[in-house]
């Protein structure tokens, strides 16, 4: 197999992850980064802790699915991370959460 040959499948890994992430984002409430992984959530439980005087953050997911392209089984039942670097969650906004303002309301 040649380098090219091996950037093209990796190319190809890449997109057939986007577009499993494209069709089920939907089906969550939650993004959630940490510095090892991207996960989509339902359920989300953060909470800082610490030892020594150290702080780290304990993340516990329900419900998940992991943006992994070497993972053949992405949706999990459960995830626990623990780890002292930075953890953002995002509540995701759902379209029938949205209104789009009509033209004559922004006179």
Do not use: C
């Not at 359920?43 to 802790?49: G, I, P, S, Y």
């Not at 992991?66 to 379209?95: C, G, P, Q």
């Amino acid at each position: 197999m040649s380098a090219e040959d091996l950037e093209n499948y990796e190319t190809d890994m890449e997109l057939q992850l986007y577009r499993e992430y494209r069709d089920v984002v939907g089906l969550f409430s939650y993004v959630v980064e940490t510095e090892r992984r991207f996960y989509l959530a339902n359920h989300v439980d953060l909470q800082a802790r610490s030892a020594d005087g150290e702080i780290y953050f304990d993340l516990t997911l329900q419900d998940a699915w992991v943006w992994d392209v070497y993972r053949s089984a992405r949706f999990v039942k459960s995830v626990r991370v623990i780890t002292f670097k930075d953890v953002n969650v995002e509540e995701l906004t759902r379209n029938d959460d949205l209104t789009v303002p009509k033209p004559d309301e922004l006179a």
